[in-house]
């Protein structure tokens, strides 16, 4: 048996490829909730009615999916210009301790809209910054960026621990370690009354249509992909290869800072080292799904959050473990990847 | 006498493609059998059928008589096949001695027998004049001696029927008439080969028979001392072609001048006092073997790489300074060395492809964003001119053959009426139609006074397109001399490192 390149992925492969590659997953995941005892179509069943079964569990459902996608839209531009960037999580971080620090106080004072675009642009600001410093090192040294973006998210939540019990530590929190919460007008409005759906999924799904447009259709997004698929020949046609990557670098990080920032200015309203259950890792596997297509992202986003608002439910009901969540995203990266090289290469025997 | 070889009635589609219909050869024991052809004319398809990479659709192969199982590369080793592949599949880091027995070893066996290895690795290239250093890393070889480790290791394998694909394709003239006096000896002990080749002179040179493969049909047979040059060449394109001729022409002012120019790297000197002048309306031809500087020339002067000392003026600019877009911007074109890592980006289209140089220049964007049109209608007026076949300005870039990318790199060059073209080995592996093509564009850009600046291995090439010719050597450039005063022998000469120094002038001879 052998592969054989595909002269031109076909568009039906290439569209079919992610939901064969969610099918696979749960059926692989299906023997895992087996063993948890728990009959896997019930199972299914539950995850289903527990991520759209009521009004309430979609706008958790489209709540949970919003910084998703701009996570996903963070690693896809990284991605697609070979920066491999998976310091999502980190990003996402520095961006809502950034969002919370400003919003709770210097940017009070502003008119409501204009201190929401402070907030948002503070999470920007900072994701960018800490994704500069391995892209820096990666143009100028050639220092590999997997290891050193990796490695910065868990200096990231060691460094928000120590601020939300020192420096931001919320004095009216009864000593709970969080940090002081976000001015309540720059609070995100929301989108449905008395739930956690917020304004930040119009925002995030906007932002997906503004990374389309920069990828398909401006010259820094022609150059980027330029760069990320050959980079020889990049160079050789005048790409700046350094100035290009670097401002992937500074794009994808303010895209998973702005994740951080809405997520805290749209639901939590403040910072704790547990507000992000991975969306930065997560937003990897979105982006993937999504063949790194920056509108396919809103689509496989859903799926992850399906996948995790439904969980929780299945979980309540019938008492598998929450974690299968993550096993069937992670899972789902797997049988995405195959996916993708039988979308790319056929089989001859 | 019973073939060693025998492919009967080959056929091989990939989707709506006819690889090869109805191929049958057969090679003779201590035969050499030339596979002919242009480039996608079924030549390396039809040779991994035989050695197992790919499952033939219909067709035999039997080797000593008797038939192979298709699809088992392993079963074509044991039965004594050995190929050579045109990108060599070599472990860079690891030893000759280590590339060689990997593979060649049962996995069952805890540590590997050296010595036993290591003697017979000896014997078999004392015997074959295929001298390499065991313990060296592949890695630091160059291409002839990765080539030798190469066939060694399919020596290695017991091979009695060796197959070279495009053996010559990366070495110099020396190194390839060196291969193929070992390929002779090899048949005198006993060994039967067949080596594919478009290049008409070491077919003539080196084979008893030939095969000319035209897509992917068997287009005629002939015994080498029956046939010659002009009618392998009809046979393998199917029309007649002849490469077009440079006429005389006086130069025009000097457009880009060296003086002393130095690269040193890693405390190398890459490039040693180079001198030249291409003048405009004039070819200069920079002649050398693989591997004398012309990597660091042709990088120098597209802008990817910096005079350590001296200077490299275009007109009244230093090229010395300029980065690949300002090359672009002052008029110069550029056709890389590799086309596939430089010149095009294969996963993008001909349209992307053609204006990636000059995306930013007002004709392709406005206020950042791509003019997709414009790209579009220059890209199809590319196609056109510069005559791109099986290309539309949405095509990917990758499914292009050689020839017609390389069109494209000339096309959108030229299209700018460059003041001056740098050709980095501008025909290397293309066949001989498109050969033709790309050496009419240059002649063509010459007449409209460009000045052409042509690195080439390709002795043939120097010889009928430049005005004249340099030879490069470890760095080093030699005097010009004029085309008129060139022939291969002298040429041959230079490229060895062999040319007149400057004779100090006795003082008061006169």
């Known amino acids: 048996m052998r592969l054989e390149r595909r002269p031109q992925p076909s568009l039906t492969m290439t569209v079919a490829a992610p939901f064969a590659a969610v099918l696979a997953s749960l059926v692989l995941c299906a023997g895992l909730i087996a063993l948890a005892g728990v009959n896997p179509l019930d199972a299914y069943a539950e995850m289903l009615r527990g991520a759209f079964g009521s009004r309430l569990s979609i706008t958790e459902t489209l709540a949970r999916a919003t910084p998703l996608i701009l996570t996903g839209l963070a690693a896809t531009v990284a991605f697609r210009a070979r920066l491999w960037n998976i310091g999502g999580e980190g990003q996402f971080y520095v961006g809502a301790l950034a969002a919370a620090w400003l919003g709770s106080e210097a940017l009070a004072g502003l008119p409501p809209a204009l201190g929401i675009l402070g907030v948002m642009i503070a999470g920007m600001i900072a994701g960018a910054l800490l994704l500069l410093v391995p892209a820096f090192l990666r143009v100028r040294f050639g220092v590999d960026e997997v290891v050193t973006t990796l490695l910065t998210n868990f200096i990231v939540m060691l460094f928000v621990g120590m601020m939300v019990e020192g420096p931001l530590k919320d004095p009216l929190a009864f000593g709970w370690p969080q940090s002081v919460p976000v001015a309540n007008e720059l609070m995100l409005p929301k989108l449905v009354e008395r739930t956690r759906l917020h304004i930040g999924l119009l925002i995030a799904l906007a932002t997906a249509g503004l990374v389309w447009l920069m990828l398909a259709r401006t010259v820094f997004g022609a150059r980027a992909r330029a760069a990320g698929l050959s980079a020889g020949a990049a160079e050789f046609a005048g790409v700046p290869l350094a100035r290009t990557l670097l401002g992937v670098a500074v794009i994808s990080g303010a895209l998973a800072g702005l994740a951080g920032a809405i997520e805290v200015a749209g639901v939590k309203g403040y910072v704790t080292t547990d507000l992000s259950p991975g969306y930065g890792y997560s937003g990897i596997v979105v982006a993937m799904l999504a063949g790194l297509q920056p509108l396919g992202v809103a689509v496989a986003a859903v799926f992850v959050a399906v996948v995790f608002v439904g969980a929780d439910a299945m979980s309540r009901a019938l008492g598998a473990p929450t974690f299968i969540a993550d096993v069937i995203v992670a899972v789902s990266l797997l049988t995405m990847l195959v996916a993708l090289l039988f979308a790319t290469y056929r089989v001859r025997k | 006498m019973t073939p060693v070889l025998e492919l009967d009635g080959i056929t091989k589609r990939f989707g709506a493609l006819t690889a090869n219909e109805d191929v049958s050869l057969s090679l003779g024991q201590g035969e050499i059998l030339a596979l002919l052809g242009e480039n996608g004319a079924g030549k390396t398809t039809l040779m991994n059928i035989l050695f197992g990479h790919y499952t033939a659709d219909e067709g035999e192969v039997r080797v000593f008589g008797a038939p192979l199982p298709s699809g088992r590369p392993r079963a074509a080793i044991e039965a004594g096949v050995g190929m050579v592949h045109q990108h060599f599949t070599l472990a860079g880091n690891l030893t000759v001695l280590e590339n060689i027995t990997i593979g060649a070893e049962p996995l069952s066996r805890l540590m590997s027998a050296t010595g036993p290895a290591r003697r017979r690795l000896r014997e078999l290239s004392d015997r074959f004049g295929l001298a390499v250093d065991p313990d060296a890393r592949v890695g630091d070889l160059s291409v002839g001696e990765r080539q030798r480790v190469e066939i060694l290791k399919a020596l290695y394998r017991e091979a009695k029927i060796l197959i070279l694909d495009e053996p010559t394709a990366v070495l110099a003239r020396p190194e390839a008439e060196r291969l193929f006096q070992t390929l002779r000896g090899m048949t005198a002990e006993g060994l039967s080969l067949i080596f594919i080749s478009h290049k008409l002179h070491e077919v003539m040179a ?240 010459r007449g409209a006074g460009a000045a052409v600046l042509l690195i080439s291995e390709d002795l043939d090439e120097v010889l009928g397109l430049a005005d004249r010719i340099q030879a490069i050597v470890k760095g080093r450039l030699s005097r010009p001399i004029p085309a008129e005063q060139a022939d291969a022998r002298r040429i041959g000469l230079m490229m060895a490192g062999a040319w007149d120094e400057p004779v100090p002038s006795s003082a008061g001879a006169s």
């Open chain 2, 206 to 445: 080196a084979s008893d028979r030939v095969v000319v493969l035209r897509r992917g049909r068997v287009a005629a047979e002939r015994r080498t001392s029956e046939t010659s040059a002009p009618e392998l060449a009809e046979l393998m394109v199917g029309r007649r072609v002849a490469r077009p001729v440079r006429e005389a022409q006086p130069p025009g002012a000097p457009v880009c001048i060296a003086s002393a120019v130095t690269v040193t790297e890693g405390g190398r000197d890459l490039l040693d006092e180079a001198d030249f002048t291409v003048h405009a309306g004039e070819i200069l031809g920079i002649v050398g073997v693989a591997g004398n500087g012309q990597a660091t020339l042709g990088r120098l002067l597209w802008g990817l790489t910096r005079p350590t000392r001296g200077r490299l003026a275009l007109g009244t600019e230093d090229l010395g300074r300029m980065t690949p877009a300002d090359c672009v911007a002052a008029g110069v074109g550029r056709i890389p060395e590799d086309r596939h890592a430089e010149g095009v980006v294969g996963e993008m289209t001909v349209w992307e492809n053609a204006t990636l140089e000059r995306l930013s220049s007002p004709a392709f964007s406005r206020r950042g964003f791509v003019r997709r049109s414009a790209a579009r209608a220059y890209a199809a007026d590319l196609i056109r001119r510069f005559d791109i076949r099986g290309a539309e300005p949405d095509t990917r870039a990758r499914l292009l053959s050689g020839g017609n990318m390389q069109k494209l790199i000339l096309g959108r060059n030229l299209a700018q009426g460059p003041r001056l073209i740098l050709a980095n080995q501008p025909t290397r592996g293309l066949d001989e139609g498109a050969v033709a093509a790309v050496h009419a564009e240059l002649l063509a850009a």
